[in-house]
């Protein structure tokens, strides 16, 4: 079990998670309702800021929420023409989706690029991780799905019209999505650096090598078991190992 110190170090990561995403679902709104260009059926904005944020810290359920959630405040609190709940359902995906392309660590995938992190050098994987997303947000989701959403709010014009009339929107926001992201992770990788994000549990090591779980090696005796990952052990270390277990099996007799 954790100590008190522990303890307390873990409530102090979850208070300062929870004041951070609602910063960023207080910036999304904002950003949202009073700084971007929006006419009907159409939107050029900043609000994408905060879910990135929340990604590139916490990963994709939290990019999630912030964007879903952050739609739903706003539509709510200050709304601009009627609410349709596709939208949400969509804008948390759109944010899942950076979470998964920007912290693929923290969805248990080993050896993962994390854009902005120090010692990363990768361009060609930074620009596959950052301008994928783009595009698949940006086009496939927000053209191709949104535009439905909006064909059905407003029955002014067919399917067919709304996507022509929105291409120059996606044109402007691509390039947009792509610089705010590479902007953003230095911006994250800083405040990683800070102390704030989510934080990625190493194994602990020792001296003698790694320490393993019950699942590898097991526990003998109360006592854990420290061996090296290495082939061709030395005589002199078999040796310790089987004087061990015949003064354990005399201990026991």
Excluded at 47 to 55: D, E, F, G, N, Y
Excluded at 149 to 174: C, N, P
Aim: charged content about 20%; proline content about 4%.
């Amino acid at each position: 079990e954790p100590s008190g110190q522990a303890k307390r170090a873990q409530n102090r990561q979850k208070t300062v998670r929870l004041a951070v995403l609602a910063m960023m679902l207080a910036l999304y709104v904002v950003l949202n309702r009073f700084v971007s260009i929006s006419t009907l059926g159409t939107k050029i904005g900043f609000s994408v800021i905060a879910p990135m944020i929340a990604a590139l810290l916490y990963g994709p359920f939290e990019g999630a929420l912030v964007y879903g959630l952050g739609d739903f405040l706003s539509a709510i609190l200050f709304p601009f023409g009627p609410y349709h709940p596709g939208f949400t359902l969509t804008a948390a995906l759109m944010g899942f989706i950076w979470g998964v392309f920007l912290r693929p660590d923290l969805l248990g995938i080993k050896n993962a690029y994390v854009p902005g992190k120090k010692g990363a050098k990768n361009v060609l994987l930074l620009i596959a991780q950052i301008v994928l997303p783009a595009i698949v947000n940006c086009l496939v989701i927000g053209l191709v799905i949104n535009t439905e959403w909006v064909a059905q709010l407003y029955g002014s014009k067919t399917y067919g019209a709304w996507f022509v009339s929105r291409l120059t929107e996606y044109a402007i926001m691509v390039p947009v999505n792509v610089i705010l992201a590479v902007m953003l992770t230095g911006v994250a990788a800083t405040l990683r650096r800070q102390g704030f994000g989510k934080k990625i549990k190493k194994q602990p090591k020792t001296a003698k090598g790694v320490l393993y779980g019950k699942n590898q090696f097991g526990l003998e005796n109360g006592v854990r078991v420290y061996r090296r990952r290495v082939r061709g052990r030395g005589r002199a270390e078999r040796r310790r190992e089987d004087l061990y277990r015949r003064l354990t099996r005399k201990r026991q007799t």
